[in-house]
């Protein structure tokens, strides 16, 4: 064999195995769940809705309703091994969700799928050594609006500001090395779910009959995370694709990426110090390359909590034709971004979170309410407020404004 071609074999190799563990992790979930004397489960059905004021030049739905019911089991079968494993179903008014009922693994579909796996996984723990294999959710970083270090994170962006993590499928092991947490691992490339072509949210309606390339290939990554000290840190470097994609004239794709970054949090006696930078290189010449840092105040007062700071983009190289065409972490960069939220009693809350552009090209504020009944019940209100020039990342969506309202019942 070639060695243009080596390392490509090497990458079908290795992904061949985390879709092994995968599937053998799903294997050893369920009959081990059923023996397991100690079961535990928790989950919920939650109808939303969605109502928009304007109609945006593409899509003149202004009501949408949606339902998500989800179940989780968890079990420790040996003092070794914890199982945990999950479905969701789901139903919208907007064609968002697959008409399909096959049951759907792999979080690739364009729409949601209607009924999915949303994590199974086995957690093996030896001494220091933790394993976990299977369907999972892996998450770096230490800051919140943005978070440059998280690239085993895609996110389902239907709805671009109101938007959930996907799990991935692969393995990670983590090292209890006495003066730290090393991590490493190798998974499945996930992309991230991307606004429909037909609906408010999407920003590049010319990509409708555009082809989709999924890589074939692992993602892998190593991250150090030391705490303690009067000083928390962490050093990650990631080699996979990028969740989020490139759009040109062949079609929309995930270029290959590396990243190196690191994330550190100071206490003092006031507030909470964060900050997290990573810079980002491509092979490819259609990928720009740069950095994003972020740099964050946090601090409690009673029932307060404030988190606020401002989040920075360098570009080294702009190589991609349509920069931000669809970049949600790029998008919200060059922003001063905040959230405070207030715990009125135990069973009431209060949020407001914001992010605003330097340049005063695009804003966005969203309040809310939640309030508990009971052990089951919670009803939830928000309301999202967007304003901005088309030509802003944020701005684009400034026809996108919208209340919401929720009902959970959780079991």
């Known amino acids: 064999?070639?060695?243009?071609?080596?390392?490509?074999?090497?990458?079908?190799?290795?992904?061949?195995?985390l879709r092994a563990a995968g599937v053998l992790a799903?294997?050893?979930?369920?009959?081990?769940l059923a023996r397991a004397q100690a079961v535990t489960q928790r989950g919920f059905v939650e109808a939303d809705l969605f109502g928009f004021p304007q109609a945006a030049p593409n899509d003149s739905t202004r009501a949408i309703g949606d339902l998500l019911a989800r179940e989780e089991l968890f079990a420790a079968p040996a003092p070794w091994l914890r199982l945990a494993a999950g479905v969701d179903l789901r139903a919208n008014s907007h064609d968002q969700v697959e008409d399909s009922?096959?049951?759907d693994a792999g979080d690739r579909t364009i729409r949601r799928p209607r009924l999915s796996l949303r994590r199974a996984s086995a957690t093996i723990?030896?001494?220091?050594?933790?394993?976990?294999a299977g369907k999972q959710f892996v998450r770096w970083g230490r800051t919140d609006v943005v978070t440059p270090t998280d690239r085993f994170a895609p996110r389902d962006f239907l709805d671009v500001f109101d938007n959930e993590f996907l799990a991935v499928s692969g393995a990670r092991a983590t090292v209890d090395t006495g003066v730290g947490?090393?991590?490493?691992?190798?998974t499945r490339f996930t992309p991230a779910r991307l606004p429909l072509v037909d609906q408010r949210w999407n920003p590049f309606p010319s990509a409708a009959a555009l082809p989709r390339s999924i890589p074939d290939r692992a993602q892998l990554g190593v991250r150090f995370n030391h705490t303690g000290g009067g000083l928390d840190w962490a050093a990650s470097y990631f080699d996979g694709n990028n969740y989020l994609p490139n759009l040109d004239a062949a079609?929309?794709?995930f270029p290959p990426m590396r990243m190196i970054g690191g994330d550190a949090a100071v206490p003092t006696r006031w507030v909470t110090l964060k900050g997290e930078a990573a810079y980002f290189a491509s092979s490819s010449l259609a990928a720009d390359e740069y950095?994003?840092?972020v740099v964050q105040l946090e601090r409690q007062a009673g029932e307060w909590v404030f988190v606020g700071g401002y989040a920075g983009e360098v570009i080294?190289?702009?190589?991609?034709?349509?920069?931000e065409a669809f970049a949600p972490d790029r998008g919200t960069t060059r922003s001063i971004v905040g959230r405070a939220s207030y715990t009125i009693d135990v069973n009431r809350s209060f949020a407001v979170e914001a992010a605003v552009r330097t340049g005063g090209d695009g804003e966005y504020a969203k309040l809310e309410y939640s309030h508990a009944y009971g052990q089951h019940w919670r009803a939830t209100a928000s309301a999202v407020a967007i304003a901005g020039h088309a030509g802003d990342f944020i701005g684009q969506y400034h026809r996108n404004s919208h209340a919401a309202a929720s009902l959970r019942y959780s079991f």
């Open 1 to 17: 064999m070639s060695a243009a071609k080596h390392p490509r074999s090497r990458h079908a190799r290795t992904l061949r195995r």
């Open 26 to 32: 799903w294997c050893v979930a369920w009959p081990a």
């Open 101 to 103: 009922w096959a049951f």
């Open 125 to 132: 723990t030896r001494g220091r050594l933790t394993v976990d």
């Open 181 to 186: 947490a090393l991590e490493a691992a190798a």
């Open 251 to 253: 079609g929309i794709s």
């Open 291 to 293: 950095a994003i840092y």
């Open 316 to 323: 080294t190289s702009r190589r991609s034709p349509l920069p």
